[in-house]
Antibody, heavy 117, light 112 residues
């Protein structure tokens, strides 16, 4: 079964850091571009970042550029999102998603990140 | 960035009746490769998003055929031929033609 499972969310103080993980199974992880998408409480979906299959190309949304770093370990079938200098407005559920041809076909269950003092 | 605008934002529907959601993009979604990367996602309450339709009109695996997508250029529509109780949730259009990929605001489908 094709599956994505996020972990690493939690409560963190403003200015703090957190690393999210997304474990993939059921498909050849290394050939797919992977994305992070977030959803603030009661709000819509916002694309955050993406990384190519081999990890050589990355993209970030403007609100997180310079603070977040996306990476992957294809030997472990795992995607990461290192989040530094966290702000209250980063509070959201973070989903990882597999990208195919301009659409996102597989989504994880999400992990909640709360930035609050 | 391409702005995606959905209408309506809320849609009360009677069970068994059709429903329709519109999505308009601020610029054409036709990619240089000739494809139009417009997709539709469903998010049931408390669940992650789920892909329904990709490249305007292609149903994703396991999606019931009461869901259909249409449109071209900047105007797109998701139709549900006969709404069932399990269709309650929020529907999003998404463009994957140009970075950053962007979503519509969401349309909440509820039962009257």
């Amino acid at each position: 079964e094709v599956q994505l499972l996020e972990s690493g969310g939690g409560l963190v103080q403003p200015g703090g850091s957190l690393r999210l993980s997304c474990a993939a199974s059921g498909f050849t992880f290394s050939i797919y571009t992977m994305s992070w998408v977030r959803q603030a409480p009661g709000k819509g979906l916002e694309w955050v970042s993406a990384i190519s299959g081999r990890g050589g190309s990355t993209d970030y949304a403007d609100p997180v550029k310079g603070r977040f770093t996306i990476s992957r370990d294809n030997s472990k079938n795992t995607l990461y999102l290192q989040m530094n200098s966290l702000r209250a407005e980063d509070t959201a559920i973070y989903y990882c998603a597999r990208r195919r041809d301009g659409y996102k076909d597989i989504w994880g269950q999400g992990t909640m990140v709360t930035v609050s003092s | 960035d391409i702005v995606m605008t959905q209408t309506p934002l809320s849609s009360p529907v009677t069970l068994g009746q059709p429903a329709s959601i519109s999505c308009r993009s601020s610029q054409s979604l036709v990619h240089s490769d000739g494809n139009t990367y417009l997709s539709w996602l469903q998010q049931r309450p408390g669940q992650p998003p789920r892909l329904l339709i990709y490249k305007i009109s292609n149903r994703f695996s396991g999606v019931p055929d009461r869901f259909s997508g249409s449109g071209a250029g900047t105007d797109f529509t998701l139709k549900i031929s006969r709404v069932e109780a399990e269709d309650v949730g929020v529907y999003y259009c998404m463009q994957g033609t140009q970075f950053p990929h962007t979503f519509g605001q969401g349309t909440k489908l509820e039962i009257k």
